[in-house]
Each structure stands twice: as C-alpha cells, then as structure tokens.
C-alpha cells in the first residue's frame, strides 16, 4: 500500500501510478496494475507480478522492483509483501 501525500485529486494520483506503473512494466518487465483504494486520492494498492522458472531470479527482480518504488519521491510505501508460489 501507497501513500500519495502530494496529490490533490484523483486525477493527480492516477497521473502518478499510471506513470510509475509504465515505468516497471518497462524497466523490469513485470505485469503491475492499481488493484486497490482506486477511488481514494491519498491511497493506492498496487500489484506486480513476474513469472519465471527460477525463483532466486524472481525475487531479486521483485526486490528491485520493490527498492525503485522506494525511492519514489512522490509516494510513501506503507507496507509491502512478496508471495511467491
């Protein structure tokens, strides 16, 4: 879950997550999207999903995920888990 302190509107936050969104899918080649607190504009609920034969693998690239949505200037991360099946 994501704090978007900075935003004014939902239009604001849906500005920010369709970005940040965009900008996994294209650096590490997960599937993320908004699956939560769509309608709030102080809150987002994201998921993110990689598939792949190798485990180690895969959680290295969520932990990179996971950091690079960190380092977000423009969102609080409130809490995060990683399941791996």
Request: charged fraction near 25%; proline fraction near 1%; charge should be positive.
């Amino acid at each position: 879950m994501h704090s978007l302190p900075g935003t004014q509107s939902i239009k604001d936050k849906r500005r920010i997550v369709k970005s940040l969104l965009a900008r996994l899918h294209n650096r590490f080649h997960v599937a993320a999207a908004e699956v939560a607190h769509q309608e709030s504009w102080r809150r987002a609920g994201l998921a993110v999903a990689y598939i792949s034969t190798d485990a180690r693998h895969a959680d290295q690239v969520l932990a990179h995920v996971a950091d690079a949505i960190g380092r977000q200037t423009d969102l609080v991360v409130l809490d995060y888990a990683v399941e791996m099946r």
